[in-house]
């Protein structure tokens, strides 16, 4: 069973992207996944003909999360130190000496947490693409949401990336936004999800193309990095962690649904109160609206078996990693852990940066990721 959806309206003139589209790809019978796709170039010649599509264009009139004008003083100056230096891409600002260098075993740290409150590390000597061909401006971005939220979240990077001629593609997961709420539990296991991205992907894919997941979306761009690794040169996970299996311990999920629905405002209650730094305003809002039922399959659906080892994992491919510092979801230790097995990676740590610092800290995060992109 479909859900029906409430008619959009027009976004807010600053969120309006003029080549956007609202689209819903059916991926399979009874799932149809929603996206928003921004700067629409030629599809990729080979379709699953399993996929149809319908088009209309983007008129979402959603609450814009904005940072909070009142956050300590300190970390803002932090930021706008950050924000005023000028690099041609990562490489250059990594070479820089705007940072103070130590070296720890074979992990070099560049610390400029009290001058632009972040600090990179990465491992040395750091190892090079193969090929030191720039990707395109033309490149495909890929966009996959976390839990609970939906592909307006990255409304912020989607405006900033479009004003660069960037194609885009945000998803929608199942359950989630305006793709179907699907009734059948198994739509919702990881595997199938990644199955439903997979044919959202080589629908629209390109020659060079970009994965940007945040969340448990991170577990998604990391499985079609690596069964598309051939198509996709970068990658950035954005407070995700390890790309393994949850199998986490939730009593919630041990519930019947019925309970889990009398449940769901204290779940709700405690994912704003951590997810979000204490000082952010305008957390409640639809951008993650989701029914108790989605919710419920989409928690429970968060296991699967690996399907490479740590050291298979993205092959002549670039990874940024970005977590807060203070991220109570995500520990900072299984972000570094990944750094430590990536030959081409790079983990930055934001201070004071939240489990969703892709809506706190956007201009920050902007500029890293453009920095990333456009490195060789």
């Not at 009290?114 to 061909?133: A, Q, R, V, W």
């Not at 960037?166 to 997961?173: G, R, S, V, W």
Request: glycine share 4%; charged share 20%; hydrophobic share 35%.
């Amino acid at each position: 069973m479909i859900c029906c959806e409430a008619p959009t309206q027009i976004l807010p003139e600053d969120y309006h992207f003029k080549n956007g589209h609202s689209k819903l790809i059916k991926v399979k019978d009874g799932v149809e996944i929603h996206l928003i796709h921004v700067n629409e170039g030629n599809l990729s010649q080979a379709q699953p003909s399993v996929i149809t599509e319908q088009v209309k264009r983007v008129n979402f009139n959603e609450p814009i999360i904005e940072p909070n004008k009142e956050k300590s003083a300190n970390i803002s100056n932090l930021r706008d130190n950050f924000l005023n230096l000028h690099f041609e891409n990562f490489s250059s600002m990594i070479q820089s000496d705007m940072f103070d260098r130590k070296s720890e075993k074979n992990i070099l740290y560049l610390n400029g947490s009290n001058k632009y409150g972040l600090t990179i590390m990465y491992k040395k000597p750091f190892s090079k693409l193969l090929t030191d061909e720039s990707i395109s401006p033309k490149s495909t971005i890929f966009f996959i949401h976390g839990v609970g939220g939906n592909s307006l979240v990255w409304k912020h990077q989607l405006k900033y990336f479009a004003e660069q001629n960037y194609e885009m593609i945000a998803i929608d997961l199942i359950g989630h936004g305006k793709s179907t709420k699907s009734k059948v539990f198994s739509h919702y296991e990881f595997i199938e999800i990644c199955s439903h991205i997979r044919a959202v992907f080589d629908l629209f894919a390109k020659k060079n193309n970009i994965i940007i997941g945040h969340s448990y979306g991170s577990s998604f761009a990391v499985n079609l990095s690596q069964e598309r690794r051939d198509l996709v040169q970068k990658v950035v996970l954005i407070s995700g962690g390890m790309p393994y299996p949850l199998n986490y311990i939730n009593p919630a999920l041990n519930t019947p649904l019925i309970l889990f629905k009398l449940m769901k405002p204290f779940i709700d209650c405690h994912f704003f109160c951590s997810a979000f730094s204490p000082d952010f305003k305008e957390k409640n809002n639809d951008m993650f609206h989701i029914s108790a039922e989605s919710l419920f399959y989409t928690m429970k659906g968060q296991h699967w078996q690996p399907n490479y080892s740590r050291t298979d994992y993205f092959k002549n491919q670039k990874v940024l990693l970005i977590e807060g510092s203070d991220d109570k979801f995500v520990p900072f230790q299984d972000a570094f852990e990944m750094m430590k097995s990536l030959d081409k990676g790079y983990l930055i740590r934001i201070e004071r940066g939240s489990h969703m610092v892709i809506l706190e800290e956007p201009d920050i995060l902007n500029k890293l990721i453009n920095l990333f992109i456009n490195d060789t």
